[in-house]
């Protein structure tokens, strides 16, 4: 089993997805839900090439489906650092535009 670390912003991203799915589906759908999540990044994290290379933008990131979400994610020597987790129907290239050098930041952090 390989590692995976969280930053902080995708730990923030983690609570409003928990905190949202409690409020529209209730607390044993949510836990299922965020676990499913868990268990998506540690399947990233034993394959890391299941991700899409956005390697042709401004900032290029891997990006994997997880869930109704996307793990944005970074491969390093010590595992996969998952730097985002956002809803499939937000602008994510937008969003890693206007993002994108703090996420790096984040992740030599780790």
């Given at each position: ?10 730990r ?19 836990k ?16 890391p ?62």
């Amino acid at each position: 089993m390989a590692d995976f670390y969280i930053t902080n912003r995708a730990r923030f991203h983690m609570l409003e997805i928990e905190e949202r799915s409690t409020s529209d589906w209730g607390e044993t759908r949510t836990k299922r839900y965020m676990s499913d999540l868990l268990a998506a990044f540690q399947k990233i994290a034993d394959d890391p090439k299941v991700g899409n290379v956005r390697k042709h933008r401004l900032e290029p990131f891997l990006m994997a489906p997880a869930e109704q979400h996307y793990a944005i994610y970074a491969e390093t020597e010590k595992g996969i650092v998952i730097a985002a987790v956002l809803h499939k129907r937000r602008d994510i290239e937008a969003i890693i535009r206007d993002i994108g050098p703090t996420l790096d930041r984040e992740i030599e952090n780790l």
